[in-house]
């Protein structure tokens, strides 16, 4: 059964201060990671990573993929009250009948306090 | 990336009865999914939804409880049946866009069961 892991599970921080987030992972047969922002209801798209070691930018996020040690990290430089959220991990399944399927991460709670 | 829309966003509803949620996209996408997220907890897959055929369940979840319909690349539709106090939960919708196989998600339906 494909796993998600992410830690830490929650994070308080202050504004101004940098984060790494992190997500590990177990599929059976890998297509992507993904991270998506959630504020509210709906899931928003941060990254898509299908290579190892090729780091995606936007703004003061970034990501990366390990694919040999199966896990990912998503940074978020000079945090502001705005990043303040639950982030989401998710992997996309290649095979068969499962082709396109997300399993998500518990999420991190990120809070950042002015 | 896509437009979607869900209707409706938010319902209170009684136990016993069911709940139809719309989801509608702007273009036409090859994959369509519903999900789950039950308070706290992240997101779990309930079903593909299949243009023309029926929708494909993933362990746990079954057709009698959420049917789907999906009658065309653009439009699909879960229903809640029979409904209980457990069943309260934020039902999404996402969409796999082909070019770029990320999947982006609906703004959501926030149910709660009474």
């Known amino acids: 059964e494909d796993k998600v892991v992410q830690s830490p599970l929650s994070l308080v921080v202050h504004e101004g201060d940098t984060v790494t987030l992190n997500c590990s992972y177990e599929?059976?047969?890998?297509?992507?990671l993904l991270w998506y922002k959630q504020e509210k209801k709906a899931p928003t798209f941060l990254f898509m990573l299908?290579?190892?070691?090729i780091e995606k930018k936007s703004g003061r996020l970034s990501s990366i993929l390990d694919k040999k040690e199966l896990f990912s990290i998503l940074n978020i430089t000079a945090t502001q009250t705005g990043d303040s959220a639950v982030y989401l991990c998710a992997v996309a399944n290649a095979g068969g009948t499962s082709y396109g399927k997300l399993t998500f991460g518990q999420g991190t709670i990120l809070t950042v306090h002015p | 990336s896509a437009v979607i829309s869900q209707k409706p966003s938010r319902d209170i509803c009684q136990r016993g009865t069911s709940l139809t949620i719309q989801c509608q996209v702007d273009?036409?996408?090859?994959?369509m999914f519903w999900y789950r997220q039950q308070p706290g907890q992240s997101l779990t897959l309930i079903a593909t939804?299949?243009?023309?055929?029926?929708?494909?369940?993933e362990s746990g979840f079954v057709i009698d409880k959420f049917p789907i319909s999906r009658p065309n690349l653009t439009f699909s539709t879960l229903t809640v049946s029979n409904m209980s106090p457990e069943d309260s939960s934020i039902y999404l919708c996402?969409?796999?866009?082909?070019?770029?196989?990320?999947?982006?998600f609906g703004p959501g339906t926030r149910l709660l069961v009474l």
């Open positions: 599929v059976t047969n890998f297509r992507s």
């Open positions: 939804a299949n243009q023309g055929s029926e929708a494909t369940y």
């Open positions: 299908t290579s190892s070691g």
């Open positions: 996402s969409v796999g866009v082909t070019s770029g196989e990320t999947q982006y």
């Open positions: 273009s036409q996408v090859t994959m």
